[in-house]
C-alpha cells in the first residue's frame, strides 16, 4: 500500500513538475522566498493589533510559538525520522526533475517546512482574526506557496500534503492555546476594567 501511494505520488511529482516556463521559474521562485512575503506578515500584525490592542503581547509570541513548533517538529520529527530523500536527490529521477536555479535544499523532503509553516500561520491567524474574506484569501496563499515548492522540484505532493496537514493541526493547537490563557486570564482583567 505504502509503495503503490508513493508510486502515485512520484508520478504526480513529475506531471505537475514537467509544465513550467522561464517567467513562471521566477515567479515561482520569489513566491517561495523567505523574505517574499514581509509586507503580508506586516499587515496581518497590524490587523491582529487593531482588534487585540493589549493583548497582542500574548498574540505575538503565540504567532512566534506557532512557527516554532512547525517549523522544527517537521525537520526533527519527520525528515530526519523518515528520511524521504527529496525528488531532486532521487537517483533514478536524474535529469527528469525541472530546478531553477539550480537549488535543491537539503536531502529529505518529508514533511514540507513551507507547507508546515505556511498553513500554521493560515490556521492560526484565521482563527484569531474570524473573517471569511480573510480565511479564503489566507489559505489560498498557503496552498500557491506550498505548491511553488513542488514547481520548483524540491518537493512531492505528498511532503505538501503532510506540511499542510501538520501546520493546521499545530496552528488549531496553538490557537486553543490562546484562547484558553485568553479566557482564563485576560477576559477577567477587561472586566474588571469595565467595572472600575
Known amino acids: 500500500m505504502i509503495e503503490f501511494l508513493n508510486n502515485i505520488d512520484q508520478q504526480l511529482f513529475l506531471f505537475l513538475n514537467y509544465f513550467h516556463s522561464s517567467v513562471w521559474d521566477g515567479i515561482m521562485w520569489w513566491i ?50 523518515f528520511h524521504r530523500l527529496r525528488p531532486c536527490h532521487q537517483p533514478e529521477f536524474a535529469g527528469m526533475v525541472h530546478l531553477v536555479n539550480n537549488h535543491c535544499g537539503g536531502s529529505y523532503g518529508f514533511v514540507s517546512s513551507h507547507a508546515a509553516n505556511t498553513f500554521m500561520i493560515a490556521r492560526l491567524t484565521s482563527g484569531l482574526l474570524k473573517n471569511k474574506y480573510f480565511t479564503w484569501f489566507i489559505f489560498f496563499w498557503a496552498s500557491v506557496v506550498a505548491y511553488s515548492r513542488v514547481y520548483l522540484g524540491v518537493h512531492y505532493p505528498g511532503d505538501i500534503i503532510g506540511g499542510a496537514l501538520l501546520g493546521i493541526l499545530i496552528g488549531w493547537l496553538v490557537l486553543k492555546l490562546f484562547q484558553w490563557v485568553d479566557q482564563k486570564f485576560f477576559k477577567g482583567i477587561t472586566m474588571l476594567k469595565i467595572k472600575l
Do not use: N
Request: glycine share 6%; charged share 15%.
Open 32 to 81: 517561495s522566498g523567505k523574505t517574499s512575503w514581509i509586507f503580508l506578515y506586516v499587515l496581518i500584525i497590524l490587523a491582529l493589533g487593531i482588534k487585540y490592542k493589549w493583548r497582542m503581547l500574548v498574540v505575538v509570541p503565540t504567532i512566534l510559538l506557532g512557527i516554532v513548533l512547525s517549523d522544527q517538529s517537521s525537520v526533527h520529527l519527520f525528515k530526519e525520522v
